[in-house]
């Protein structure tokens, strides 16, 4: 049976730091895609940062690229998301989901831009608010 449990959410003043982790048991882990996803109230779920199954490879959303870090430790079949400089429009609640790879994708970009055409399991998410 998969597990899929985030963790290091939290509440962090402007311009603080948090580090969330996510583990994945019963699968695979180098066999599966892996990303961070968003949602705030009242908006759609954002790929925020997913990482290619092979590792070598990472997209970050706009809004995140030099502040956020993407990163997983194999054996431990956990993935990270180092949030540096946060601001107040990143509190959401954050999301790891994870998608096997097949012979046609994904790639880092094409989960992260439609996370449910590809993932095959989700997380219950972590919040992160973020105080002005």
């Known amino acids: 049976q998969v597990q899929v449990v985030e963790s290091g959410g939290g509440l962090v003043q402007a311009g603080g730091s948090l580090r969330l982790s996510c583990t994945a048991t019963?699968?695979?882990?180098?066999?599966?895609?892996m990303g961070w996803f968003r949602q705030a109230p009242g908006k759609g779920r954002e790929g925020v940062s997913c990482?290619?199954?092979?590792?070598?490879?990472?997209y970050y959303t706009d809004s995140v690229k030099g502040r956020f870090t993407i990163s997983r430790d194999v054996p431990k079949n956990t993935l990270y998301l180092q949030m540096n400089s946060l601001k107040p429009e990143d509190t959401a609640m954050y999301y790891c989901?994870?998608?096997?790879?097949?012979?046609?994708?994904?790639?880092?970009?094409?989960?992260?831009?439609?996370?449910?055409?590809?993932?095959?399991?989700w997380g219950q998410g972590t919040q992160v608010t973020v105080s002005s």
């Open positions: 989901a994870a998608a096997r790879r097949r012979s046609y994708g994904p790639n880092e970009y094409d989960f992260c831009s439609a996370p449910y055409r590809w993932a095959n399991y």
């Open positions: 990482i290619h199954w092979r590792g070598g490879s990472a």
């Open positions: 019963g699968l695979t882990f180098d066999d599966y895609a």
